[in-house]
């Protein structure tokens, strides 16, 4: 039987994997081509790697993966797809500045996660080195930065260059 906290802490981190997977996905439909889209196609094939092997450390330290945590990230990406983006049926530029967002708030979830594995003594999984897994995660942060800026250019424009 596995450590409870670490039961806990792992299914919410599978269930990250798989809200950022369905984001990652979205997202990839309406940038497909561009230089985001590949990207997003990087950041997609980084996370269903991520997954096998946090799926495999689950297994080994007999964690029994949640489905109600995994099938409510997958509904709550789905929700979020509700947010009004200013536009009735069309993609729009503030809706990739939010799902950039969005992604990067997952990235740093998982850097967090990867490194606070390493620190308690799960230096590999599956094969895979968890610092170099945490370092990942933050050189996709760095990139996807340079994305947001570029987004939020475009869906806002220089909107003021003060504030009172």
């Not at 919410?12 to 439909?29: I, M």
């Not at 997609?44 to 997954?51: I, L, V």
């Not at 409510?72 to 069309?90: F, M, P």
């Not at 594995?117 to 990139?143: D, H, K, P, Y």
């Amino acid at each position: 039987m596995a450590n409870k906290y670490l039961s806990i802490y792992l299914n919410d981190h599978l269930a990250l994997l798989v809200g950022t997977q369905e984001l990652v996905n979205r997202s990839l439909e309406s940038n497909r081509g561009s230089e985001f889209g590949q990207f997003l196609e990087t950041v997609g094939e980084s996370n269903k790697q991520e997954r096998k092997a946090l799926e495999a450390l689950m297994a080994k330290q007999d964690v029994t993966e949640n489905r109600t945590k995994t099938a409510g990230a997958w509904i709550a990406e789905r929700v979020g797809r509700l947010k009004l983006n200013g536009e009735i049926t069309a993609y729009s530029d503030l809706t990739r500045l939010v799902e950039i967002e969005g992604v990067g708030v997952a990235l740093e979830a998982k850097r967090m996660f990867w490194d606070t594995l390493c620190r308690v003594g799960f230096t590999e999984v599956r094969g895979l080195q968890t610092r170099s897994i945490a370092r990942r995660a933050e050189q996709q942060m760095e990139e996807l930065d340079k994305h947001r800026a570029q987004a939020a250019e475009r869906a806002l424009g220089m909107v003021g260059s003060t504030t009172k």
